[in-house]
């Protein structure tokens, strides 16, 4: 009897058993292809990210060379605006225009224009400009000439 209670009971717990087996299966099939389609959604999104990315590192790359072809611009722009006005100062009664540079705010202004001169000129003109200011004006002109020189080797 004991027999039969044992067999009967083993016979009630291995169908559950089998049972429950089989709806773990299910739902960890169910699982493993919801995770596969979230990876391939992920992969998906990763690849529109680098391609927004790459298009996003271009564009950067262009703006920086049109940035760079801008301010290679200004400075023609800027050095043409110092050798005209080199031109206009050179003209000038070298008096007159020595007392223009020394009422100049920016000495760095002054001293372009006075390298854009020729030689000869800018020295009568710096023989009526202010002391302090031609004193500032050389130091300027010093360093333009010492970085052009570094440019040229």
Do not use: C, H, W
């Not at 050389?138 to 440019?151: A, E, P, Q, Y």
Request: no cysteine.
């Amino acid at each position: 009897m004991r027999f039969l209670i044992a067999v009967l009971t083993l016979s009630l717990l291995v169908p559950g058993a089998l049972g429950q087996e089989k709806v773990e299966k299910k739902e960890t099939k169910k699982e493993i292809e919801r995770l596969l389609a979230l990876k391939k959604e992920v992969e998906s999104l990763i690849k529109k990210n680098q391609e927004i990315l790459k298009k996003i590192e271009e564009e950067r790359e262009k703006l920086k060379q049109e940035r760079k072809a801008f301010q290679e611009e200004i400075e023609r722009a800027r050095s043409e605006r110092y050798k005209k006005l080199a031109k206009i100062f050179s003209k000038m009664d070298p008096e007159m225009a020595g007392q223009k540079i020394s009422e100049m705010s920016d000495p760095k202004e002054a001293a372009l224009i006075i390298y854009n001169m020729k030689s000869r000129i800018a020295g009568e003109i710096m023989n009526y400009v202010d002391p302090k200011m031609v004193d500032k004006i050389v130091k300027i002109l010093t360093s333009l000439k010492s970085s052009s020189s570094d440019g040229k080797s």
